[in-house]
């Protein structure tokens, strides 16, 4: 008797541990950004990637298009797939793409972009990545879909043809 | 790309001779004659092609192919050779590589040089050593392919954490990992000795060159990494109960105690249970702990992607090796007839015994005070951090009775013994304690525990000094080990004894006066180097003897990525370390200082060494003591 219940004692208590690292598992995220989506878009401020210029949020999102914003950066893996998406994405009419430039230099930025193209009507160059934490963001890629200054839409990770053809489906 | 694709296509040819070789060796079993060569030259060609794939990835840093993802993650056109290649393992999918190779190099040397033992008990090694291949080639290729494509190919590379760019670092992960990643030979013919029930001395004989080898390798790695932390990341400590750090003494700790039973396994086959259950642990604790920080469920410097999928996988995989360990273990495993109450109470066996019990103590404390977050945070949704206090206050006590068996054990005979030369114990033991009082006393701090403390860990280096002596060189490797690791606490206890700090902020040309030291910030340089631009601080500290030291600390600006790193200035003397770190203030034309004046370091690392040392010599020994 006492030989058979050793095993079975031991067995659960591994089962137990694995169930406990299981779930463990599952939360590692550490820091849970506050943004929402259908709340109004915070105001920032932020550098021009082009000229320099400090520019204020309302500046950016000030017609009544649809805008996405999309955190990008040149080191970044995914945004290399995801970036003809955005370059398919730009010729739609009702909508303009707006890029933060997440962490990165700009002379790499720049390279990506000649290699790639640009999709970005325009882009908020984010060296220290403070612009980011404002919006919110968990990482690179990561986009939101605005319309009169709130956000309709939040999407973590890169795009694809299937939320791409989401984000069409709400533009029309 | 030609690389990466030669790379990529010999990890899978590696993968189906794991499956050939497991067809051949179950096949096989019943009758197994002739198949000895054939295995043999299988298990090299496996190595090999892992030996190839390895060869392609340090190729491919060298000569910084960005189109292969892990080296554009981890690599620069700016980096020093040197860290060109030294990124391979740097990083988590080169450093599974670097596993994988271990794995595969220690069943080739297994089969190459294990000739007297039963060809089936071979085999099922073999199967099972396959078996936890197969799951790290499943892992490798699957999760964390080091040679992924990135099309279109980028123009340059992300660059390697500067803070890993340091000589320690760049040979501490493959001299950890053969001793990390070793114990898996001794997990798998552990199991296959408890299948064929030829768990005995001959087995333990044969075994204990392996484990022998994995501890000094693992001892050696631990080391470098606590060099690297002390030199580096210039918090000014060697050791910190990072949970990564405790990944490592878990299974030290698991081998350690499997080094001793296992020479009582081998001179009186009892221990046997002791013995099979701690290679199963020793192996499950590394993989345990390769979970642990890779998975990202808890945050350690070694947390190189926090990717649930690969924690998942490693989590089941390790969950099933247990599964299958405690299988064998529970139903194949008889326990010898002459059981531990047939020992005498005053005998070798005993004070192995009482040592097991202590050790695995300490491996609760580490293991409790490691997981025991997650465990938190599963049910309440709460982060803590276990920190040093934590340790300390449950591992110190039991510190004191733990040196004083280890002085008294070896001392010990096998089955039934007398306490020999008993005026000279005692004696020792009055003088460690007078000369830890007075030397205590000088330090008027927690006086009592602080004296029992010195004194029994200055017992243990008396008595193992005076063995050094008297003994004719019989048991030699035991003995240098215990020296060295009296000489370990005894560095650790008065670094931390007397150990002096300043915090201060200054400016250039400014002077800090205290009681003891005068600190002079004489002036600042710049450097311009290939991947960083240092700003150097130039120091003169003066001590109350008049001796005047120049310290210069540096700030560290990597362009690839980009971050600042602190390097501390460490003058090393025979007797005492003298550190000094600046950092930067945000906006502010002064620097943080920090000045410490830490006793004994170089000792440190000086009986470690010594530790590992003892263990070399007993692989090189033919016989243990009679």
Redesign the interface.
Same mark, same amino acid.
């Given at each position: 008797m006492k030989n058979k219940l050793l095993p079975i004692f031991i067995t659960s208590i591994f089962i137990i541990v694995f169930i406990f690292f299981y779930r463990g598992l599952q939360n590692t995220n550490i820091y849970i950004p506050e943004i929402k989506i259908n709340n109004k878009i915070p105001s920032f401020k932020g550098n021009l990637f082009d000229s320099n210029e400090v520019t204020n949020s309302s500046n950016l999102f000030n017609t009544d298009k649809f805008y996405l914003l999309n955190i990008w950066s040149s080191w970044c893996v995914p945004c290399r797939k995801e970036h003809v998406l955005l370059m398919n994405l730009r010729k739609n009419k009702k909508l303009e793409v707006i890029g933060i430039n997440y962490k990165d230099t700009k002379i790499n930025a720049e390279n990506f972009l000649a290699e790639l193209g640009n999709p970005y009507k325009k882009i908020i160059f984010d060296k220290e990545g403070i612009n980011a934490i404002e919006w919110g963001a968990y990482g690179v890629p990561e986009s939101f879909l605005i319309k009169d200054g709130i956000i309709i839409k939040r999407y973590i990770g890169p795009l694809n043809k299937k939320l791409t053809k989401e984000i069409k489906s709400i533009i029309k | 790309m030609f690389y990466s694709s030669i790379g990529h296509y010999s990890l899978i040819l590696g993968l189906c001779i794991s499956l050939i070789l497991i067809y051949f060796s179950v096949k096989n079993f019943k009758n197994s004659t002739i198949l000895n060569t054939k295995i043999l030259s299988f298990t090299f060609l496996q190595f090999f092609l892992v030996v190839i794939s390895f060869i392609c990835l340090i190729i491919s840093f060298v000569l910084s192919d960005f189109s292969n993802?892990t080296v &554009?993650?981890n690599s620069h056109t700016t980096k020093p050779l040197f860290y060109k290649i030294a990124g391979t393992w740097g990083n988590h999918e080169g450093s599974l590589l670097l596993w994988l190779l271990v794995l595969t190099l220690f069943i080739f040397i297994f089969f190459l040089k294990t000739k007297n033992q039963p060809l089936k008990y071979k085999l099922l090694t073999l199967i099972f050593q396959q078996i936890i291949i197969i799951g790290f080639f499943l892992f490798l290729i699957e999760t964390s392919n080091p040679f992924n494509y *990135?099309y279109?190919m980028? +123009? +340059?590379g992300?660059g390697l954490n500067p803070i890993l760019q340091d000589p320690a670092l760049a040979i501490h992960p493959p001299i950890l990992y053969l001793g990390y990643v070793g114990s898996s030979i001794i997990f798998s013919s552990a199991l296959a000795a408890t299948y064929l029930n030829i768990v005995s001395n001959v087995w333990a004989s044969h075994i204990k060159k392996w484990i022998v080898v994995s501890w000094v390798f693992l001892t050696l790695g631990i080391l470098l990494g606590s060099i690297w932390a002390y030199y580096e990341l210039g918090w000014g400590g060697f050791w910190f109960w990072d949970p990564v750090e405790n990944v490592s003494l878990m299974p030290w700790l698991a081998l350690t105690t499997l080094l001793h039973c296992i020479l009582v396994l081998e001179k009186k086959q009892v221990l046997t249970s002791w013995v099979i259950i701690l290679s199963i642990s020793t192996f499950t604790l590394s993989m345990c702990g390769t &979970?642990l920080v890779r998975? $990202? *469920?808890l945050?350690s410097v070694h947390t190189f992607a926090?990717d649930?999928e690969r $924690? =998942?996988f490693i989590?089941v995989f390790l &969950?099933s090796l *247990?599964?299958v360990s =405690?299988f064998i273990f &529970?139903f194949f495993h008889k326990s010898s007839q002459n059981n531990l109450n047939s020992f005498f109470w005053l005998s070798k066996e005993t004070s192995i015994i009482i040592n097991n019990w202590f050790m695995m103590y300490f491996l609760s404390v580490v293991l409790i005070g490691t997981i025991y977050p *997650?465990?938190l945070?599963?049910l309440s949704?709460q982060?803590i951090s276990v920190g040093p206090p934590f340790y300390h206050k449950l591992i110190i006590p039991f510190l004191i009775p733990f040196l004083i068996a280890m002085a008294i054990g070896p001392k010990l005979k096998w089955i039934k013994s007398n306490i020999v030369d008993k005026v000279y114990l005692i004696l020792l033991l009055i003088i460690s304690i007078v000369l830890s009082f007075l030397i205590v006393k000088k330090f008027d701090f927690n006086l009592l525990l602080n004296t029992i403390l010195v004194s029994s860990a200055l017992y243990l280096f008396f008595i193992t000094l005076r063995e050094f002596f008297i003994k004719k060189y019989s048991n030699i490797s035991q003995n240098i080990a215990h020296f060295g690791f009296s000489l370990l606490i005894l560095s650790i206890l008065f670094n931390n004894l007397f150990s002096s700090e300043i915090i201060t902020n200054l400016k250039v040309g400014e002077t800090f006066t205290s009681s003891k030291t005068k600190i002079v910030f004489k002036s600042i340089n710049q450097k311009k180097e290939k991947n960083y631009k240092s700003i150097i601080a130039n120091f003169s500290i003066e001590n109350l003897d008049g001796i005047i030291d120049n310290l210069s600390p540096e700030l560290r600006i990597y362009n690839q990525?980009?971050i600042v790193t602190s390097e501390a200035d460490i003058k090393t003397t025979l007797l005492s370390d003298k550190f000094i770190v600046i950092n930067i203030v945000q906006n502010q034309d002064y620097f943080n200082v920090r000045y410490q004046v830490k006793p004994f370091m170089l000792w440190i690392w000086l009986s470690v060494i010594l530790i590992s040392f003892g263990g070399l010599i007993s692989f090189f020994k033919k016989e243990y003591e009679k």
């Open positions: - | 993802e &554009f993650n *990135i279109p980028p +123009e +340059e992300m &979970f998975s $990202g *469920i945050n926090n649930p $924690g =998942l989590l &969950f *247990i599964c =405690l &529970f *997650i465990f945070d599963v949704s982060k990525p980009n």
